[in-house]
């Protein structure tokens, strides 16, 4: 089982980044997916989740109408458009999966961990 999180980077203030996260060893089907983001001193706090089984997302109210989750069953892949950034949306960005919920959220529910990209909003 692996997540590889990926599309990570430095953007200016509004700008847009997505991220990706390829799944392999089991089907997005039967997972909730969550990303969740870490800045150093902090605790890791879940930003979006996304049931591909019952179409259910979830976002953070920081994250609301600028980010939008999905997933391609095919590819197993679930993506994290990023738009309108903001410095405070700077953090290593993660991806984690749970079997069995719709909606993953809470850090301790994950099962399984992606290793983490860097994004950066700075002028």
């Known amino acids: 089982v692996q997540l590889q999180a990926s599309g990570g980077g430095l953007v200016q203030p509004g700008g847009s980044l997505r991220l990706s996260c390829a799944i392999s060893g089991f089907s997005l089907d039967y997972y909730a997916i969550g990303w969740f983001r870490q800045v150093p001193g902090k605790e890791r706090e879940a930003v979006s989740s996304i049931s591909t089984s019952d179409d259910r997302t979830w976002y953070a109210d920081s994250v609301k109408g600028r980010f939008a989750i999905s997933g391609d069953n095919a590819e197993n892949r679930v993506y994290l458009q990023m738009n309108v950034l903001k410095p405070e949306d700077t953090a290593v960005y993660y991806c984690?999966?749970?079997?069995?919920?719709?909606?993953?959220?809470?850090?301790?529910?994950?099962?399984?961990w992606g290793q983490g990209t860097q994004v950066t909003v700075s002028s």
């Open positions: 984690a999966a749970v079997y069995g919920l719709s909606i993953l959220r809470k850090e301790l529910q994950a099962e399984y």
